[in-house]
């Protein structure tokens, strides 16, 4: 199994721009977290979605902050417009199930950079 | 509300020592508990977990005891090696949100 795939690995931009991470979990995963990683807050829970409907979106900072999920196999977390608070490590992790003993596995993480 | 505290790094040892990372919790009922590793560049891997008190959860010469009367779940590894060099995340989970400590940074040298 190639395990949770994220897209970009790296991505520069400028301050304004909008900016889209791209997620692809383990087939035949069912819930599919987005977590964002700085050096003030730690990891940070974003978004839940489980079977592709988002469960619990209370850690999306603000409205320039969107996710989808139009299928089991792709999800995209989408800023727009970025700022430089933005930059952080953000991880997509997905989990077959739905009880706490199920294991989440997560991507490499894309490293954003806002100037 | 629910929350993890883990040892502050970082933590410097050499190898064949023996290394131990303090995690209290606090949550409602009973949680699973976590701990996972990210190595430098990568994501996080769960490293072991256990589910019930006095559970005893272990993994490449890692262990960690579910200590309900204590709420911890310290991480312990009798003899570190330079690949042990990473960051170790506490975590517990009651449903499907995972709650993680700040991470402690580990290096083993040579």
């Known amino acids: 199994d190639a395990g949770v795939i994220q897209s970009p690995r790296h991505e520069v931009t400028e301050m304004g721009q909008e900016v889209t991470l791209r997620c692809k979990p383990i087939?035949?995963?069912?819930?599919l977290f987005w977590y964002r990683q700085t050096m003030m807050r730690g990891l940070e829970l974003l978004i839940y979605?489980?079977?592709?409907?988002?469960?619990?979106d209370s850690g999306m900072p603000e409205d320039r902050f969107s996710a989808k999920m139009p299928n089991a196999s792709f999800s995209t977390l989408k800023i727009q417009p970025s700022e430089p608070r933005d930059s952080a490590v953000y991880f997509c992790?997905?989990?077959?199930?739905?009880?706490?003993?199920?294991?989440?596995?997560f991507g490499p993480g894309t490293r954003l950079l806002v100037l | 509300g629910n929350s993890v505290t883990q040892m502050e790094g970082p933590v410097t040892l050499s190898e064949e020592a023996f290394l131990t990372i303090n995690c209290t919790y606090t949550?409602?009922?009973?949680?699973?508990l976590f701990w996972y590793v990210q190595y430098p560049g990568e994501g996080l891997q769960l490293l072991l977990k256990?589910?019930?008190?006095?559970d005893k959860g272990s993994n490449k010469g890692f262990e960690a005891t579910y200590r309900k009367e204590t709420t911890s779940f310290h991480l312990e590894k009798g003899s570190v090696q330079v690949s042990d060099s990473a960051v170790y995340f506490c975590?517990?989970?009651?449903?499907?949100?995972?709650?993680f400590g700040a991470g402690t940074t580990v290096t083993v040298r040579a």
């Open positions: 992790a997905s989990r077959g199930g739905t009880t706490p003993l199920q294991t989440q596995y």
């Open positions: 087939s035949g995963h069912n819930s």
């Open positions: 979605f489980n079977n592709n409907v988002p469960i619990d």
């Open positions: 949550a409602t009922g009973y949680p699973s």
């Open positions: 256990a589910t019930k008190a006095d």
């Open positions: 975590a517990h989970t009651n449903d499907y949100k995972l709650s």
